[in-house]
């Protein structure tokens, strides 16, 4: 079941318009948030990277998107789903109303949301192997717009295809400086020593919420120095430990790029505080 502007519909039946803007231009954006225990992780902070999404794109922020409203209808269809779990993965997308080509002829929005189970209920460390290659047919402009979650999401869908066709399991992605800024499905950091660097939002990386999360963590540790800072190709190599940060995953250690190895101290480190931050809020 999906709940198209506040009305739960089977999928097979839920329909959009023709000239839906975020089909015919990726004129939407979307939040992915992770549901369990009975609570969404971090939705205080999920709520406002939305609204703030929004405001970006230029979209008319309806009166009752407030954060209770908002809430009441994920709770409402992660009720109406089939198959019941108690962990979810949930996608709320909001796009702008139907008009217009380029220059759209309103600024109001609708939005869906789709509720998927999931099977751990807290962030856990795989340790499988994770090799990366730097992903260089197309790069990630640095500016604003990259740092929202937008559905322009070409570069990543490209960037998977390849991975999927040359056996890596993920792709670190470069901005048009040829720095490296994030993996195709979340933010990077780099552990080096007792220095761990992450990338700046200026460089084009996704205002990540489970990145803000962990730099909270991590400045509060007094063994480590956290940076903002960029990270060139010829950093990974020299690295200790990488990891990639997302709200499904939590955080996912790499274990290879090209001949250089790493390990999972610091990740495992990190995993539990994680846990304990989600638990809280």
């Not at 709770?75 to 993965?89: D, F, G, H, N, W």
């Not at 790493?262 to 989600?278: M, Q, S, V």
Request: overall charge positive; aromatic content about 10%.
């Amino acid at each position: 079941m999906i709940n198209i502007d506040g009305i739960i519909v089977a999928e097979a039946q839920g329909t959009l318009q023709a000239d839906n803007r975020g089909l015919k231009f990726g004129d939407a954006v979307f939040e992915t948030m992770r549901y369990s225990g009975g609570k969404l992780f971090f939705w205080e902070d999920h709520y406002f990277r939305l609204m703030a999404s929004m405001r970006i794109m230029r979209m008319e922020i309806p009166m009752a998107f407030t954060p209770e409203a908002l809430l009441e209808q994920i709770e409402l269809t992660i009720a109406a789903q089939a198959v019941s779990s108690s962990v979810y993965r949930i996608r709320f997308t909001v796009w702008r109303g139907a008009g217009g080509y380029y220059t759209p002829t309103s600024l109001k929005v609708g939005y869906m949301i789709e509720a998927t189970p999931l099977e751990a209920p807290f962030y856990t460390i795989k340790e499988a192997p994770c090799e990366v290659e730097l992903f260089k047919d197309h790069y990630v402009l640095s500016g604003l717009l990259s740092s929202i979650k937008s559905n322009n999401r070409a570069v990543n869908v490209l960037g998977s295809i390849y991975a999927k066709e040359n056996a890596y399991d993920n792709c670190l992605l470069l901005n048009e400086k040829k720095m490296v800024i994030e993996a195709l499905n979340g933010n990077l950091f780099l552990v080096k020593g007792y220095r761990i660097k992450t990338p700046p939002l200026s460089e084009g990386c996704l205002n990540g919420i489970i990145r803000k999360q962990l730099m909270a963590i991590l400045g509060a540790m007094p063994d480590y120095i956290l940076e903002e800072a960029p990270i060139s190709p010829f950093e990974l190599q020299k690295a200790n430990e990488l990891f990639v940060t997302n709200t499904m995953v939590g955080i996912q250690s790499i274990t290879k790029y090209r001949k250089k190895e790493y390990g999972f101290t610091l990740a495992k480190e990190l995993i539990g505080k994680l846990n304990a931050r989600a638990r809280l809020g």
